[in-house]
């Protein structure tokens, strides 16, 4: 029998792999739906420092996924990672952590012990920080971080910078540094050849691949957790062929994201028993609280067309170069709330490289979505709903940020480093323009053309074409016509959070105690996103990969193991 056994390689699953096979008494079974992304098979598109391409292949994702961002738009393909390594193989690189407010709130709100404080050997535990040292940084961890070095920022990105000092936001030096607003180089999470680095590359690097004690199995759909009565004793797998194996386990960690890790316990009896008898699911735990407080950081964008000059002189660098934090001001809200990515190029193709782009999201979000099953097959995905704005602290904050990125683009400072300003987002018409193929490169070589040739009619251009019909002075003149806007295309960010969240024994709505073990079962835990109380303001990658630190370590901790140590090479 394995001892533990875990259902999802993303993030959080490759790091729990790696920490929990350092004891050489204990068997790791890691099971994946996706194929497997090694330092040796990491495909030219993974493996790049610019991402553009990475989430758009429907090799990496699941490809099914739709979700509503908010009332009343219709479904929209939400791309999630399926393969080893999850988001971390297909993000944007962004190695940013959050306030120390954020993990104070998680213990406020119930997850008792998960405050700054506690966390903060854990993020100091998974890096290796080749820009900064001291008490707030690591020096070992497998996840290498730094900087985008000056030379190497596009002449928007800076001009963008200089714009923001010049408005009284100035530049810092460390986003990872004491939690203040301002600009700054954003934190990367690169190799020394800077090259992507993924959980499955870092953590599942050969030497801990070769452990006699894990084994990988990826391409397995897991059907449904098993039981003995409450307690859990494996998982049954589906294979391609459509057959099934069962697995036993003495204990079993879901890490499938906030997405699937619910589904997966929704589908193995645990969640609201109405909703499960419905679908003739037998009831194992009745708790209500699982697919709900599902959170995202919603997202606008305002982008500008770039002459010659202020694009980037090299086309391969990662162009989430550098990022604006600042404090909305608005009434029960936080310091440092909004997030602005100051982008050199806004797309992988033709089209996106012509583009800049400050791309907005709330930092932290205030609404809560939920989801449920469909029906009881692992093949068919949950019903997501992310009810964004739901709260109207979130509707009016974005439109704060379109204010905000457009008056910044529209500054005399700016005028040589971009043309027609426009408002923008990831919009379902977007995302399929940008989807490789013979037509697809047709059309944006064509608009390419068109847009560098346009001159005077260039803001008509992309407002025929672009924006359909919308400009960014007609929405900063109505603000009825800015609510509809940001309402009908606020987008995520993709960082689905809070689905299975850690809470008090007394709270109807946790799913988890302190340490991600599931209420009113045993030998069951959970450790992804989804444990998070309420969103961090940061990329929700590093905060994945710190919980899973420290739940390893909470598992194993009466077993006395030594952690094990990386030390990937700064030059």
Known sequence: ??????????????????????????????????RDISQASMPDAIRSRYPGRAYLDTRNIWQQLKARMSAPAALRRYEQAKLLGGGSAINA??????????????????????????????????????????????????LRIQRTRWPRISPFVQAVLGTLQQRGHALHDDQNGPWED???????????????????????????????????????????????????????????????????????????????????????????????????????????????????HPSIAVSAFLPRAARTPFPDEHHEQAIVRFSSGLPDTVPGDMHGAILSRSGWHSVGYRLGTIFFWVNKSYSRGSLKLASASPFDEPLVDFAMLSDLRDLERL????????????????????????????????????????????Q???????????????????RRVVTQGVSIDELLADDAAMTEFVTRSVGGTWHPSGT????????????????????????????????????????TNVPTIMVAERVAEMIRASGGVRAGSYAPICL
């Open 182 to 296: 301002g600009t700054f180089v954003g934190s990367i999470a690169v190799s020394a050849a800077g090259e992507r680095i993924p959980t499955s590359v870092c953590y599942l690097d050969d030497t801990v691949r070769a452990r006699k004690n894990l084994s990988i199995r990826t391409g397995l759909v897991v059907q449904r957790i098993l039981f003995d009565g409450q307690r859990a004793t494996g998982a049954r797998v589906l294979h391609a062929d459509g057959t099934h194996e069962d697995v036993p386990a003495a204990r079993v960690i879901v890490s499938a994201g906030a997405i699937h890790s619910p589904a997966l316990l929704l589908r193995s009896g645990i969640g609201p028993a109405s909703d499960l008898a419905g679908l003739g699911i037998e009831v194992r735990a009745d708790r209500a609280g699982v697919g709900r407080n599902l959170m995202e």
């Open 444 to 462: 944006r070589g064509a608009l390419s053309a068109l847009l560098d040739i346009a001159g005077p009619l260039r803001g008509s251009l992309i």
């Open 500 to 539: 299975c969240r850690m809470g008090a024994p007394g709270d109807p709505l946790a799913v988890t105690d302190a340490d991600g073990a599931v209420y009113g079962v045993e030998g069951l835990h959970v450790c992804d996103a989804s444990l998070m109380p309420s969103i961090p303001c940061a990329n």
């Open 93 to 142: 690189l962004m190695a940013n952590r959050g306030a120390p407010a954020d993990y104070d709130e998680w213990e406020a709100l119930g997850a008792r012990g998960w405050n700054w404080q506690a966390c903060l050997p854990y993020f100091r535990k998974l890096e290796t920080d080749c820009d900064f040292g001291g008490e707030l940084h690591g020096a070992s961890g497998p």
């Open 399 to 442: 439109k704060l940020a379109l204010r905000f990125g457009a008056q910044t683009l529209a500054a005399p400072s700016m005028a040589a480093h971009r043309d027609a300003i426009f408002p923008s987002s990831y919009s379902p018409r977007v995302a399929a323009v940008a989807v490789p193929g013979v037509w697809n490169a047709f």
């Open 1 to 34: 029998m394995i001892d533990y056994l875990i259902l999802g390689g993303g993030s959080a699953g490759c790091v729990l792999a790696a920490r929990l096979s350092e004891d050489t008494g204990k068997t790791v079974c890691l099971i994946e739906a996706g």
